[in-house]
């Protein structure tokens, strides 16, 4: 790859300039994604309804008789 680049000036510079344009686009791309986790957060935490949220656990559900005993 180096002989490559040594013989092929235009490729060498074509390399470089990439290499600064990724350097340069880290930080962007590092807020483009904080920024999607921040938004993904507040739609979940918009999904909860937080005017009805329940203040116990709900109670246990009551075995009726009618399901103990067999039909003759």
């Given at each position: 790859?180096?002989?490559?680049?040594?013989?092929?000036?235009?490729?060498g510079?074509?390399?470089?300039?990439?290499?600064?344009?990724?350097?340069?686009?880290?930080?962007?791309?590092?807020?483009?994604?904080?920024?999607?986790?921040?938004?993904?957060?507040?739609?979940?935490?918009?999904?909860?309804?937080?005017?009805?949220?329940?203040?116990?656990?709900?109670?246990?559900?009551?075995?009726?008789?009618?399901?103990?005993?067999?039909?003759?």
């Amino acid at each position: 790859m180096r002989r490559l680049l040594s013989e092929d000036n235009y490729l060498g510079r074509v390399v470089e300039r990439l290499e600064r344009t990724s350097r340069a686009m880290n930080p962007l791309l590092l807020y483009v994604a904080m920024s999607l986790v921040v938004l993904n957060l507040m739609c979940v935490c918009n999904l909860i309804d937080w005017r009805h949220l329940p203040q116990s656990p709900p109670d246990p559900p009551v075995a009726s008789s009618a399901t103990s005993v067999s039909a003759k």
